[in-house]
């Protein structure tokens, strides 16, 4: 049982470290894409950015454009944002490191609380 626990550990903190870097390697995608200041005119600006090359192999690029068309229409209705993200485009890589980083911490905490039960458990009580 304890191997469960910690196989699972490993297999949701993987799943959990992916995503992270997922979501850092695209916040940098956007930052390379459009520099430190973003453009007034977000979604028509984000409308015209290639797909990414590492991305189209993995995804069919007509489901990225929709992907990307639904991001445009949800930006263009929250453009009075753009100067606070551009503000927080410097700091937002080590945010998401430091979300996972407590991310990681409360699943190894629920890891070693299961191992430490699973033992309690299986004690066999004295005579």
Known sequence: MKTIIWSLFILILATWTGMT???VYLVDWIVQSFGSTLPTD???ALDTIPVPPWLAIWIDPAWIQSIQAGLVG???GI???VPFFASAISWLSPLIWAIWGLGALVLFIFAIAGHWLV???SKTPQP
Do not use: A
């Open 21 to 23: 870097l997922l979501t």
């Open 42 to 44: 977000l979604g028509v």
């Open 74 to 76: 949800l930006i263009e």
């Open 79 to 81: 453009t009075q944002t």
């Open 119 to 121: 033992g309690s458990f």
